[in-house]
């Protein structure tokens, strides 16, 4: 399964940016129950787990994003979001969307936060 990622770009620090991930038909009749989340991956770095967000809607985030970051759901429309506000240069990184426990990664997004 390979949830597909989008709306990176290119930022200035203090900014914001919105990031949605689309659920595969493959996976849509069981969307609901999953618990989903982001992760990112820097240069140089090893991927990291941002965020998740469970069936019922409970929320987690690293430490270094939270108070920032929001993530939410909606399963009518299979998608996953990631509000992103007050950027810094450190969040630079391509960020993923996938299942938590991750299963095979889809492509991700590029998010760039300039000083």
């Known amino acids: 399964v390979q949830l597909q990622a989008s709306g990176g770009g290119l930022v200035q620090a203090g900014g914001s940016l919105r990031l949605s991930c689309a659920a595969p038909?493959?996976?849509?009749?069981?969307?609901?129950?999953?618990?989903l989340g982001w992760f990112r991956q820097a240069p140089d770095k090893q991927r990291e787990l941002v965020a998740t967000?469970?069936?019922?809607?409970?929320?987690n985030y690293a430490d270094s994003v939270k108070g920032r970051f929001t993530i939410s759901r909606d399963n009518s429309r299979k998608k996953v979001y990631l509000q992103m506000s007050s950027l810094e240069p450190e969040d630079t990184a391509v960020y993923y969307c996938?299942?938590?426990?991750?299963?095979?990664w889809g492509q991700g997004t590029q998010v760039t936060v300039s000083s």
């Open positions: 038909r493959s996976i849509t009749s069981v969307f609901n129950p999953l618990t």
């Open positions: 967000i469970t069936s019922t809607r409970t929320t």
């Open positions: 996938n299942t938590d426990p991750p299963g095979h």
